[in-house]
């Protein structure tokens, strides 16, 4: 990402999010993106943006806490059902776009909102057992 992108993105997140809840932290040579998420119940995740081909690409979207389904069972593993991705590091990688809906113009604000999205299906999932593709559709 250029650093006019940067800047970009940067004022965007600075218009809807409060300063202390992001930053961007290079890691090697790859830019991240950390940002807190807080959902309705209160609970709040940590969420790792993985900008290494952004924007021409999707960012790989991870929540830092570790996951586990209803069930007790880690969500680490590809689960459609579920809208999960895998994982690195022990963070599960969550779905948010898919490559065919994906383009450029794509601000990491609006990646962060499904995310956010992504995390109050994951606790109706804790609450009610229903998998979180009963509450969301894959995108075709």
């Known amino acids: 990402m250029d650093e006019k992108r940067l800047n970009a ?27 807190a998420a807080r959902t309705n119940r209160g609970h709040v995740y940590t969420l790792a943006f993985d900008l290494s081909g952004f924007p021409a690409g ?3 979207v991870y929540v830092t806490q570790a996951l ?12 459609g ?4 991705l895998g994982s690195d590091r022990g963070w599960t990688r969550i779905c948010h776009y ?5 383009t450029p113009m794509v601000s990491l604000f609006k990646v962060y909102v499904k995310c956010r999205l992504w995390l109050e299906m994951y606790e109706l999932h804790l609450q009610t057992g229903k998998r979180i593709d009963y509450y969301l559709n894959h995108q075709k």
């Open 9 to 35: 993105e940067n004022a965007v997140l600075a218009k809807h999010l409060p300063e202390n809840l992001y930053r961007f932290e290079r890691i090697g040579k790859t830019l991240w993106l950390k940002a």
């Open 58 to 60: 999707v960012p790989k």
């Open 68 to 79: 586990k389904d209803k069930q007790g069972r880690p969500l680490l593993s590809v689960d």
């Open 81 to 84: 059902k579920m809208h999960v």
């Open 98 to 102: 898919g490559s065919d809906a994906w």
